[in-house]
């Protein structure tokens, strides 16, 4: 079965700070891995995905995410941290070998963000 | 604006009764899948439809039934409501069938009183 574990509940960082949101997942096969971003009182927005190639995937917003097989990571970054970022994200894989796995998309548990002033 | 539309946007109602929520996807997309979010479970997926058939199902109780028409619009019918089915209910739409970049709405946030 596939899963994901975003470790932190909550993430508090300064206003231009770089920002770190965590992601692991387990897949028997290749993952597909997306992160999205929930605003209050609003649906979750596409931030990027990785499916292949360049370990490093720039999305919306400045933010980016690195893919790391060994460790079965993808950690959301952005280098400088603003207010608006405050917001709830997700991360997501789904199991990129056909017919391995399950069909849908497994969503981690959120990970809420503060952006300090 | 995610190009997908979800009514109401909010609805109150008694336990026992009979609910549907309505998902219009983005323009061109075929796929349109259904989630709960609530505070204890998280976001968990009910339901998939790609063009007109279903095509997957998750934690999605009996109680529960959607239907994906032809012009591509979506329902998702809740009967027997429990104070525990209080939650936001997402749609969400994507060009193919299996799943790949999913573009939400902005939910239907139910209260069972």
């Known amino acids: 079965a596939q899963s994901v574990a975003q470790p932190e509940d909550q993430v508090n960082v300064a206003e231009g700070n770089p920002l770190t949101v965590k992601c692991t997942y387990s897949?028997?096969?290749?993952?597909?891995l997306f992160w999205y971003v929930q605003y209050p009182n609003r649906g979750l927005q596409f931030l990027l995905k990785?499916?292949?190639?360049?370990?490093l995937v720039k999305g919306s917003y400045g933010f980016e995410a690195e893919f790391n097989k060994s460790q079965t990571s993808f950690h959301l970054k952005k280098p400088s941290a603003l207010v608006s970022d405050s917001a709830l994200y997700f991360c997501?894989?789904?199991?990129?070998?056909?017919?391995?796995?399950?069909?849908?998309?497994?969503f981690g548990k959120g990970t809420k963000l503060s952006v300090i002033p | 604006d995610s190009g997908v539309t979800q009514t109401p946007k909010h609805l109150i109602t008694a336990t026992g009764q009979r609910v549907t929520l309505r998902c219009s996807p983005r323009?061109?997309?075929?796929?349109v899948y259904w989630y709960q979010q609530s505070l204890d479970q998280g976001l968990q997926f009910l339901i998939q439809?790609?063009?007109?058939?279903?095509?997957a199902k998750g934690n999605i109780l009996e109680r529960f039934s959607a239907q994906q028409f032809p012009d591509l619009h979506s329902e998702l019918n809740l009967s027997s409501l429990e104070l525990g089915d209080s939650a936001l209910y997402f749609c969400?739409?994507?060009?193919?069938?299996?799943?790949?970049?999913?573009?939400f709405g902005p939910g239907t946030r139910l209260t069972v009183l």
């Open positions: 439809y790609y063009n007109g058939e279903e095509r």
């Open positions: 997501a894989v789904r199991d990129f070998s056909s017919g391995a796995g399950s069909y849908q998309l497994t």
């Open positions: 323009s061109g997309d075929l796929s």
């Open positions: 897949v028997s096969g290749n993952p597909y």
């Open positions: 990785y499916i292949t190639g360049d370990n």
């Open positions: 969400a739409s994507s060009v193919f069938e299996l799943p790949d970049t999913q573009y």
